[in-house]
Protein backbone atom coordinates (compact mmCIF):
# COMPACT_ATOMS: atom_id res chain seq x y z
CA UNK A 1 0.00 0.00 0.00
CA UNK A 2 2.70 2.43 0.65
CA UNK A 3 4.29 1.90 -2.36
CA UNK A 4 1.18 2.41 -4.14
CA UNK A 5 0.43 5.56 -2.75
CA UNK A 6 4.32 7.06 -3.11
CA UNK A 7 3.51 6.05 -6.95
CA UNK A 8 0.44 8.03 -7.27
CA UNK A 9 2.09 10.99 -5.12
CA UNK A 10 5.21 10.62 -7.68
CA UNK A 11 2.90 10.34 -10.61
CA UNK A 12 0.42 13.93 -9.15
CA UNK A 13 3.44 15.65 -8.76
CA UNK A 14 4.69 15.04 -12.00
CA UNK A 15 1.32 16.16 -13.65
CA UNK A 16 1.55 18.93 -11.67
CA UNK A 17 4.43 19.91 -12.62
CA UNK A 18 3.59 19.09 -16.27
CA UNK A 19 0.61 21.92 -15.52
CA UNK A 20 2.59 24.52 -14.36
CA UNK A 21 5.16 24.39 -16.98
CA UNK A 22 2.44 24.53 -19.70
CA UNK A 23 0.71 27.77 -18.13
CA UNK A 24 4.36 29.64 -17.53
CA UNK A 25 5.62 28.44 -21.06
CA UNK A 26 2.29 29.13 -22.95
CA UNK A 27 4.08 31.86 -25.05
CA UNK A 28 6.65 29.85 -25.84
CA UNK A 29 5.36 27.31 -27.06
CA UNK A 30 2.76 28.75 -29.22
CA UNK A 31 5.00 31.04 -30.96
CA UNK A 32 8.31 29.35 -31.07
CA UNK A 33 9.84 32.10 -32.85
CA UNK A 34 13.25 32.46 -34.11
CA UNK A 35 15.83 36.07 -34.48
CA UNK A 36 16.68 34.44 -37.75
CA UNK A 37 16.63 34.56 -40.76
CA UNK A 38 15.87 38.31 -41.24
CA UNK A 39 12.63 39.46 -42.05
CA UNK A 40 13.68 42.69 -43.12
CA UNK A 41 16.21 40.81 -45.77
CA UNK A 42 13.69 40.21 -48.63
CA UNK A 43 14.72 36.74 -50.50
CA UNK A 44 13.48 34.69 -53.43
CA UNK A 45 10.26 36.49 -54.01
CA UNK A 46 10.45 38.17 -57.45
CA UNK A 47 9.48 42.46 -56.88
CA UNK A 48 9.36 41.94 -53.46
CA UNK A 49 9.93 45.27 -50.99
CA UNK A 50 9.80 44.91 -46.91
CA UNK A 51 7.72 47.57 -45.69
CA UNK A 52 7.01 48.63 -42.23
CA UNK A 53 3.76 49.90 -40.56
CA UNK A 54 3.66 51.35 -37.01
CA UNK A 55 1.74 49.07 -34.99
CA UNK A 56 -0.72 50.48 -32.24
CA UNK A 57 2.03 49.90 -29.49
CA UNK A 58 4.76 51.65 -31.70
CA UNK A 59 6.12 47.97 -32.51
CA UNK A 60 7.43 48.02 -35.96
CA UNK A 61 6.10 45.68 -37.92
CA UNK A 62 7.75 44.11 -41.28
CA UNK A 63 5.89 42.95 -43.88
CA UNK A 64 6.81 42.10 -47.74
CA UNK A 65 5.37 43.43 -50.49
CA UNK A 66 4.22 42.86 -54.26
CA UNK A 67 2.34 44.91 -56.41
CA UNK A 68 -0.24 42.98 -58.95
CA UNK A 69 -0.43 42.35 -62.42
CA UNK A 70 -3.38 44.14 -63.70
CA UNK A 71 -6.84 41.96 -63.21
CA UNK A 72 -5.33 39.87 -60.09
CA UNK A 73 -6.40 40.24 -56.46
CA UNK A 74 -3.61 41.23 -53.28
CA UNK A 75 -3.32 38.42 -51.41
CA UNK A 76 -2.41 39.36 -47.55
CA UNK A 77 -0.78 36.00 -46.25
CA UNK A 78 -0.44 34.90 -42.27
CA UNK A 79 2.34 32.01 -42.25
CA UNK A 80 2.26 29.44 -39.71
CA UNK A 81 4.36 29.68 -35.94
CA UNK A 82 7.68 29.89 -37.95
CA UNK A 83 6.77 33.19 -37.74
CA UNK A 84 9.20 34.92 -40.18
CA UNK A 85 8.68 35.54 -43.59
CA UNK A 86 11.96 33.67 -45.21
CA UNK A 87 10.10 30.04 -43.72
CA UNK A 88 7.30 30.79 -46.32
CA UNK A 89 8.88 32.65 -49.18
CA UNK A 90 8.84 29.84 -51.56
CA UNK A 91 5.03 29.96 -50.83
CA UNK A 92 4.93 33.30 -52.15
CA UNK A 93 7.27 33.22 -54.79
CA UNK A 94 4.44 30.99 -56.36
CA UNK A 95 1.42 33.55 -55.69
CA UNK A 96 4.24 36.44 -57.16
CA UNK A 97 4.86 34.43 -60.31
CA UNK A 98 1.47 34.01 -61.20
CA UNK A 99 0.84 37.45 -60.51
CA UNK A 100 -1.08 38.12 -57.16
CA UNK A 101 -0.03 40.97 -55.28
CA UNK A 102 1.16 39.81 -51.56
CA UNK A 103 1.17 41.29 -48.66
CA UNK A 104 2.66 39.13 -46.02
CA UNK A 105 3.19 40.30 -42.19
CA UNK A 106 6.02 39.26 -40.79
CA UNK A 107 5.09 37.98 -37.10
CA UNK A 108 6.70 40.70 -33.74
CA UNK A 109 9.11 38.44 -32.14
CA UNK A 110 10.59 36.58 -35.18
CA UNK A 111 12.92 37.53 -37.95
CA UNK A 112 14.59 39.82 -35.71
CA UNK A 113 11.90 41.88 -34.99
CA UNK A 114 10.59 43.58 -32.06
CA UNK A 115 8.15 43.02 -29.56
CA UNK A 116 6.72 40.39 -28.11
CA UNK A 117 3.99 38.15 -29.32
CA UNK A 118 0.37 37.55 -28.23
CA UNK A 119 -2.99 37.04 -29.93
CA UNK A 120 -3.94 40.24 -29.04
CA UNK A 121 -0.74 41.83 -30.45
CA UNK A 122 -0.89 39.73 -33.68
CA UNK A 123 -4.45 40.59 -34.26
CA UNK A 124 -4.15 44.57 -33.65
CA UNK A 125 -0.77 44.51 -35.70
CA UNK A 126 -2.65 42.47 -38.54
CA UNK A 127 -5.51 44.81 -38.76
CA UNK A 128 -2.79 47.89 -38.58
CA UNK A 129 -1.33 45.89 -42.07
CA UNK A 130 -4.32 45.59 -43.18
CA UNK A 131 -5.74 49.51 -42.83
CA UNK A 132 -2.87 50.91 -43.80
CA UNK A 133 -2.35 48.68 -47.30
CA UNK A 134 -5.89 48.47 -48.39
CA UNK A 135 -7.77 51.37 -48.22
CA UNK A 136 -9.48 51.02 -50.61
CA UNK A 137 -9.84 47.16 -52.86
CA UNK A 138 -10.69 44.41 -49.97
CA UNK A 139 -7.75 41.50 -50.39
CA UNK A 140 -7.92 37.68 -50.28
CA UNK A 141 -7.55 37.11 -47.36
CA UNK A 142 -5.03 34.04 -46.60
CA UNK A 143 -3.39 31.97 -43.42
CA UNK A 144 -2.10 28.98 -42.81
CA UNK A 145 -2.27 27.06 -39.33
CA UNK A 146 -1.82 29.54 -36.71
CA UNK A 147 -1.83 32.05 -39.43
CA UNK A 148 -5.56 30.83 -40.50
CA UNK A 149 -6.60 31.87 -37.19
CA UNK A 150 -5.25 35.04 -37.19
CA UNK A 151 -6.77 35.12 -40.97
CA UNK A 152 -10.01 34.53 -39.58
CA UNK A 153 -10.10 37.28 -36.66
CA UNK A 154 -9.05 39.67 -39.66
CA UNK A 155 -11.65 38.81 -41.65
CA UNK A 156 -14.35 39.16 -39.28
CA UNK A 157 -13.23 42.60 -38.39
CA UNK A 158 -12.66 43.65 -41.80
CA UNK A 159 -13.75 43.23 -45.54
CA UNK A 160 -12.32 40.33 -47.42
CA UNK A 161 -12.66 39.39 -51.87
CA UNK A 162 -12.31 35.97 -50.09
CA UNK A 163 -10.75 33.65 -47.30
CA UNK A 164 -8.62 30.59 -48.10
CA UNK A 165 -7.30 28.74 -44.98
CA UNK A 166 -4.75 26.04 -45.10
CA UNK A 167 -4.30 23.17 -42.27
CA UNK A 168 -6.63 25.46 -39.58
CA UNK A 169 -7.92 24.59 -36.31
CA UNK A 170 -11.46 25.54 -35.06
CA UNK A 171 -10.02 26.42 -31.34
CA UNK A 172 -6.14 26.53 -30.19
CA UNK A 173 -6.95 24.53 -26.81
CA UNK A 174 -8.80 22.05 -28.56
CA UNK A 175 -5.75 20.87 -30.68
CA UNK A 176 -3.05 21.53 -28.07
CA UNK A 177 -5.53 18.95 -25.90
CA UNK A 178 -5.18 16.81 -28.89
CA UNK A 179 -1.35 16.84 -27.81
CA UNK A 180 -1.37 17.10 -24.32
CA UNK A 181 -5.04 14.42 -23.50
CA UNK A 182 -4.12 14.40 -19.63
CA UNK A 183 -3.73 18.66 -19.11
CA UNK A 184 -6.43 20.75 -18.97
CA UNK A 185 -4.76 23.26 -21.66
CA UNK A 186 -8.40 25.22 -22.15
CA UNK A 187 -7.95 26.38 -18.29
CA UNK A 188 -4.34 27.13 -19.08
CA UNK A 189 -4.70 29.64 -22.07
CA UNK A 190 -7.24 32.41 -20.00
CA UNK A 191 -5.17 35.23 -23.14
CA UNK A 192 -4.50 32.97 -26.00
CA UNK A 193 -7.92 31.47 -27.05
CA UNK A 194 -7.72 31.83 -30.71
CA UNK A 195 -11.10 30.49 -31.26
CA UNK A 196 -11.86 30.70 -34.88
CA UNK A 197 -14.86 28.89 -35.10
CA UNK A 198 -16.74 31.30 -33.11
CA UNK A 199 -15.54 34.49 -35.27
CA UNK A 200 -15.82 32.61 -38.66
CA UNK A 201 -19.55 33.58 -38.49
CA UNK A 202 -18.94 37.07 -38.61
CA UNK A 203 -17.16 36.61 -41.83
CA UNK A 204 -19.22 37.21 -45.19
CA UNK A 205 -16.94 36.12 -47.98
CA UNK A 206 -16.29 33.01 -50.23
CA UNK A 207 -13.97 30.21 -48.17
CA UNK A 208 -11.47 28.03 -49.07
CA UNK A 209 -10.37 24.98 -46.18
CA UNK A 210 -7.36 22.64 -47.31
CA UNK A 211 -6.68 19.98 -45.16
CA UNK A 212 -4.79 16.68 -45.07
CA UNK A 213 -6.58 13.66 -43.83
CA UNK A 214 -2.58 12.45 -42.19
CA UNK A 215 -2.31 15.62 -40.53
CA UNK A 216 -0.85 14.77 -37.15
CA UNK A 217 -0.40 18.80 -35.87
CA UNK A 218 -4.07 19.92 -36.43
CA UNK A 219 -6.58 16.43 -36.92
CA UNK A 220 -9.13 16.81 -40.28
CA UNK A 221 -11.34 16.65 -37.56
CA UNK A 222 -10.41 19.90 -36.59
CA UNK A 223 -10.64 21.88 -39.78
CA UNK A 224 -13.92 20.10 -40.71
CA UNK A 225 -15.29 21.27 -37.20
CA UNK A 226 -14.53 24.99 -38.46
CA UNK A 227 -15.55 24.36 -41.50
CA UNK A 228 -18.75 23.44 -40.45
CA UNK A 229 -19.24 26.65 -38.32
CA UNK A 230 -18.68 29.13 -41.41
CA UNK A 231 -21.30 30.66 -43.09
CA UNK A 232 -21.79 29.93 -47.10
CA UNK A 233 -20.50 30.16 -49.95
CA UNK A 234 -17.75 27.57 -48.82
CA UNK A 235 -15.58 24.89 -50.10
CA UNK A 236 -13.35 22.72 -48.66
CA UNK A 237 -10.76 20.22 -50.20
CA UNK A 238 -9.16 17.36 -48.40
CA UNK A 239 -5.92 15.65 -49.57
CA UNK A 240 -5.48 12.13 -48.80
CA UNK A 241 -2.16 11.44 -47.57
CA UNK A 242 -1.92 15.07 -47.42
CA UNK A 243 -0.09 16.26 -43.84
CA UNK A 244 0.79 19.45 -41.95
CA UNK A 245 3.29 21.20 -43.98
CA UNK A 246 3.06 19.22 -47.18
CA UNK A 247 -0.32 19.46 -49.27
CA UNK A 248 1.32 21.43 -52.09
CA UNK A 249 3.05 17.99 -52.72
CA UNK A 250 -0.62 16.99 -53.25
CA UNK A 251 -2.02 19.88 -55.49
CA UNK A 252 -2.94 22.43 -52.76
CA UNK A 253 -1.22 24.99 -54.53
CA UNK A 254 -2.48 24.72 -57.71
CA UNK A 255 -5.87 24.31 -56.42
CA UNK A 256 -5.84 27.63 -54.56
CA UNK A 257 -4.31 29.32 -57.83
CA UNK A 258 -7.04 28.02 -59.53
CA UNK A 259 -10.03 29.45 -56.51
CA UNK A 260 -7.83 32.55 -56.74
CA UNK A 261 -7.79 32.53 -60.59
CA UNK A 262 -11.78 31.68 -60.43
CA UNK A 263 -12.09 35.07 -58.33
CA UNK A 264 -10.51 37.36 -60.44
CA UNK A 265 -12.93 36.38 -63.49
CA UNK A 266 -15.82 36.76 -61.11
CA UNK A 267 -16.58 33.48 -61.11
Known amino acids: MRTLIWTATIVFLCWGAAVVALFLFRHSLIYPFRDWPRADQVAGVPGAVAETVAAPD ?3 IIAWVVSPRQGRPTILYFGGNAGSLPSVAPRLEEFALHGFGI ?3 NYRGSGG ?10 ISDALAVYDAQFPDMPPVIYGTSLGAALAVQVAAEREAAALVLETPFARLCETAQYHYPIVPVCLLLPDERW ?3 RAIGAVDAPLLILHGDADRVIPLAHGRKLFDAAPEPKQMIVYPGGDHNDLRLYGAGADTIRFLE ?6
Open 262 to 267: GLAKGE
Open 195 to 197: ESF
Open 103 to 105: VAM
Open 113 to 122: AAGKPSQKAL
Open 58 to 60: GVP
